[in-house]
């Protein structure tokens, strides 16, 4: 399977500040995903983030809290706007594998905001 | 859409015992159902899947089993062991994206 890397693996902010989360794979991927995991929590599906098209947002999620970018088929971010404390999560890409469907993740960004 | 119930929340069983993990699913249009081991501080772990062409697959002590028409899907853990410690999570994929389960929590005691 692909070998996937984020950054920064963690972080602290302050309230009203913005992160930018990078996900780089090493291989070309056709479909990439953002999830989020609040401490303790399941995995939360952000968006869906295919290269050369807008994202495909879950409901609860918007386009201003949460841009995603998709340059090519090896890379994407996702940024946290103006945070507030309930964003302190584990963030983590995930990468469609070879077979229909299944995903591969990420070690995830764990962040705490303050 | 989609949403995934998955129980017990928490299993606790002797080393060698079995464990058994249960879940279900509400659309009907899901045709791929994997597990994930996540260990603490650590990433999820894509452990065994199955396809709605399928109702059962096995791979060494982990097997799975799935009824389309119930839609439910169960995780089967034999001979369990200390490091078989973890939150296990299914998931159901309708089309093109995964919604997963909230998590069971499994401690093999020694």
């Known amino acids: 399977s692909a070998v996937i890397s984020q950054k920064p693996s963690r972080d602290i902010c302050q309230r009203g500040t913005s992160l930018t989360i990078q996900c780089q794979v090493d291989?070309?991927?056709?479909?990439m995903f953002w999830y989020r995991q609040q401490p303790g929590q399941s995995l939360t599906l952000i968006a869906t983030?295919?290269?050369?098209?807008?994202?495909?947002?879950e409901s609860g999620f918007v386009i201003d809290k949460f841009p995603i970018s998709r340059p090519n088929l090896t890379f994407s971010t996702l940024t946290v706007s103006n945070m507030s404390p309930e964003d302190s999560s584990i963030y983590l890409c995930?990468?469609?594998?070879?077979?229909?469907?299944?995903?591969?993740f990420g070690p995830g960004t764990r962040l705490t905001v303050t | 859409g989609e949403n995934v119930e998955q129980h017990p929340s928490t299993l606790s069983v002797q080393e060698g015992d079995s464990a058994v993990i249960k879940c279900t699913y509400s659309?009907?249009?899901?045709?791929?159902f994997p597990w994930y081991k996540q260990e603490l501080g650590k990433r999820p772990q894509l452990i065994i899947d199955?396809?709605?062409?399928?109702g059962e697959k096995k791979d060494q002590r982990i097997a799975v089993t799935l009824n389309k028409t119930a839609k439910h899907f169960s995780l089967h853990i034999t001979e369990t062991q200390p490091e078989d410690s973890a939150v296990y999570f299914c998931?159901?994929?309708?089309?093109?994206?995964?919604?997963f389960g909230p998590g069971t929590s499994l401690s093999v005691i020694p």
């Open positions: 659309d009907s249009a899901s045709n791929y």
């Open positions: 998931a159901a994929s309708p089309y093109d994206k995964v919604i």
């Open positions: 983030a295919n290269q050369g098209s807008e994202a495909t947002y």
């Open positions: 995930s990468v469609e594998g070879d077979r229909e469907y299944e995903q591969y």
């Open positions: 199955i396809r709605s062409n399928v």
């Open positions: 291989s070309q991927v056709t479909m």
